[in-house]
Antibody, heavy 121, light 109 residues
Framework: QVQLVESGGGWVKPGGSLRLSCAASGFTFSDYYMTWIRQAPGKGLEWVSY????????YYAESVKGRFTVSRDNAESSLYLQMNSLRAEDTAVYYC??????????????WGQGVLVTVSS | QSALTQPASVSGSPGQSITISCTGT?????????VSWYQQHPGKAPKLMIYEGSKRPSGVSNRFSGSGSGNTASLTISGLQAEDEADYYCSSYAGSSTLFGGGTKVTVL
């Protein structure tokens, strides 16, 4: 079945770096946009980044622009999020999700189980 | 502060119907057929419940329905069941970004 599994989370000090991975299976990864979405503890969802099928189009939320870099390896069916200059407010569960489109809009399905990133000294 | 406004909480008794609203701010217009809805149980990943405003993915109960009018999209849960107790988020696609509502906690009394 369609599945997304994130890895790479953990604890890091402010200013540090971390790289998240998302392994996809059950669908043709290269046919879909992918996205990262995060959720701070006890808070709501926040969209982080989109990447197109080829990686040629990439978008970021203003809160992470210049610090985070999204990439993908279609041969490995994997999505990545390189997070640099991390701040305490980046502490969150990070989800990868497949992005679907139709009729001028988009939605996310499925989502991975999420991975916790904690930024603290 | 979320760009999409949802009520913080909605409650209902088993069997009743409840409706969750999702309204755009003065700078963000909600076009209901661009909205998707997600259900999230504690400690779990969000699950798609409605897309394109009113369409249900395969496997989602027909007790869940989406609608909208003006600057507001709505999610209605009919025949409320204990398993529906969760957080619900609306989302509006904006081309190069996506907005989420602040989330609504649904409590089954």
């Amino acid at each position: 079945q369609v599945q997304l599994v994130e890895s790479g989370g953990g604890w890091v000090k402010p200013g540090g770096s971390l790289r998240l991975s998302c392994a996809a299976s059950g669908f043709t990864f290269s046919d879909y946009y992918m996205t990262w979405i995060r959720q701070a503890p006890g808070k709501g969802l926040e969209w982080v980044s989109y990447i197109s099928m080829s990686g040629g189009s990439i978008y970021y939320a203003e809160s992470v622009k210049g610090r985070f870099t999204v990439s993908r390896d279609n041969a490995e069916s994997s999505l990545y999020l390189q997070m640099n200059s991390l701040r305490a407010e980046d502490t969150a569960v990070y989800y990868c999700a497949r992005a679907l489109y139709g009729s001028g809009t988009g939605w996310f399905d499925p989502w991975g189980q999420g991975v916790l990133v904690t930024v603290s000294s | 502060q979320s760009a999409l406004t949802q009520p913080a909480s909605v409650s209902g008794s088993p069997g009743q119907s409840i409706t969750i609203s999702c309204t755009g701010t003065s700078s963000e217009v909600v076009i209901y057929n661009l909205v998707s809805w997600y259900q999230q149980h504690p400690g779990k990943a969000p699950k798609l419940m409605i897309y394109e405003g009113s369409k249900r993915p395969s496997g989602v109960s027909n007790r869940f329905s989406g609608s909208g009018s003006g600057n507001t999209a709505s999610l209605t849960i009919s025949g409320l069941q204990a398993e529906d107790e969760a957080d619900y988020y609306c989302s509006s696609y904006a081309g190069s970004s996506t907005l989420f509502g602040g989330g609504t906690k649904v409590t089954v009394l």
